[in-house]
């Protein structure tokens, strides 16, 4: 039995999605690096408190990268795709409104562990999407799409710590989010 493939458009629309979805994991990757001065002073913590922001993010995408298989295999590549997107958009607001250092370690965690399935699960729909003679145009698009986002994250985070606040390099992701 042959495997059926999107039609163009749809495939295209899959295609935006599944980019923009990676895009922003990879994005939060950096993009809260260049505010850990302004969170430092926002919730009175000492700089290697602060780095807590960044490693927990870190450590809990290491930690839940490998059940992205199993959950995508579990549940199938679009609902843990949607769950991720969905449950990453929800901790990136609380991100932002957290009150204290301990709430914000705990929310990036949180996110991180959202975000790990992202990459891989896109990357398996990116397969799933294109028959065998397209689909090394379609990592070569994968592939730009993630590494965009670790590119653009800390000259975002710093327009947006500088004209707005730390709270917009969390609050971002929601119109982000929304769009998946």
Excluded at 27 to 35: E, K, R, S, W
Excluded at 76 to 95: A, K, Y
Excluded at 104 to 117: D, E, I, K, M, N
């Amino acid at each position: 039995m042959e495997h059926e493939y999107p039609p163009p458009l749809r495939r295209g629309l899959i295609t935006g999605f599944v980019l923009v979805s990676s895009f922003m994991t990879q994005l939060d990757g950096t993009i809260a690096n260049v505010a850990l001065p302004s969170i430092q002073g926002s919730l009175s913590a000492t700089q290697e408190q602060v780095s807590g922001v960044v490693t927990s993010y870190i450590v809990a995408s290491a930690i839940m990268t490998p059940l992205a298989g199993f959950c995508a295999t579990r549940f199938g590549l679009r609902r843990t795709l949607s769950t991720c997107v969905i449950g990453f958009t929800i901790v990136s607001m609380m991100c932002g409104a957290a009150q204290s250092l301990d709430q914000l370690v705990l929310f990036r965690a949180l996110q991180g562990g959202f975000g790990a399935a992202l990459v891989p699960v896109s990357q398996a729909i990116m397969m799933d999407t294109y028959p065998r003679e397209e689909q090394g145009k379609a990592m070569a698009m994968w592939g730009v799409g993630t590494m965009v986002g670790p590119i653009t994250g800390p000259s975002l985070g710093g327009w947006l710590t500088d004209e707005y606040s730390w709270r917009w390099v969390f609050y971002i992701n929601l119109p982000v989010g929304i769009l998946c």
